[in-house]
DNA sequence: GGTTTGGTCAACCATTTGGTTGAATATGCG
DNA sequence: CGCATATTCAACCAAATGGTTGACCAAACC
């Protein structure tokens, strides 16, 4: 669950994959397209869409010889909801966030 | 260009950093009470606050020789913000949010 | 003053990360 | 078929990450 948010913050940690992001935000795009601005090697960006597909940001669906990928924001929206938490906390809301977060925080009396 | 995301998001991606930013939601903390709970060496505890301190995301004031750790919610914020750039979830993201206050608050007015 | 307490520093280690190149695998085209 | 295009795979590399231990410094206490 909190292993959800390692993989989602680790993939927004790079610079090249949320640039990645933004540019899948205005239309899905192949492969080779998402590579073409950057500079470095297609495999090199292969690897950012794979970090980017397993922290579930974007999919990838195979049609012809053309991969293309697509924004997928429900990965993003539960990142949103946790920073939430800590950004704009009213009180009202602080227990209930505390145990939404699902820290595992090792409470000795328990 | 962002490299404020770029450490802010690293700082996230790690979930012994979130319990402890999760702790410190509660109250302002030694740096021996923060490490107290985790089943690591006071060491590494330090290295993660250093992490999170130059993230932004917490500050750190020694007052005698003990070190007090405070969470700085304002680096979150920013983080928030760019989330907030793709724009098209982010009702969605309130809406979850509400969603899950019903669901998890039974305790606010019953 | 000597010793405990709070915390960092330094050196080290294993693993992960972000990149490269060159070969390999499909798929489409003439 | 034969070739070009789209993408990944494999091996490699340098640097960063997350942890350890032991020495160290600074403040507090008897």
Redesign the interface.
């Given at each position: 669950m909190?292993?959800d948010?390692?993989t989602v913050?680790?993939a927004?940690?790079?610079?090249t994959r949320?640039t990645i992001?933004?540019m899948l935000?205005e239309d899905d795009m192949a492969v080779t397209d998402v590579a073409e601005p950057f500079e470095m090697s297609l495999a090199a960006i292969s690897k950012h869409l794979v970090i980017l597909t397993r922290a579930g940001l974007i999919s990838q669906e195979k049609r012809g010889r053309v991969k293309w990928c697509k924004?997928e924001?429900d990965a993003?929206?539960a990142?949103?909801?946790w920073?939430?938490?800590?950004?704009?906390?009213e009180p009202?809301?602080?227990?209930?966030f505390?145990?939404?977060?699902e820290?595992?925080?090792?409470?000795?009396e328990s």
């Open positions: 909190s292993n948010l390692d913050f680790a927004l940690a790079d610079p949320r992001l933004a935000l924004l924001p993003l929206r990142a949103s909801v920073m939430q938490g800590f950004g704009q906390f009202v809301n602080l227990d209930a505390e145990r939404f977060l820290v595992e925080l090792p409470t000795d």
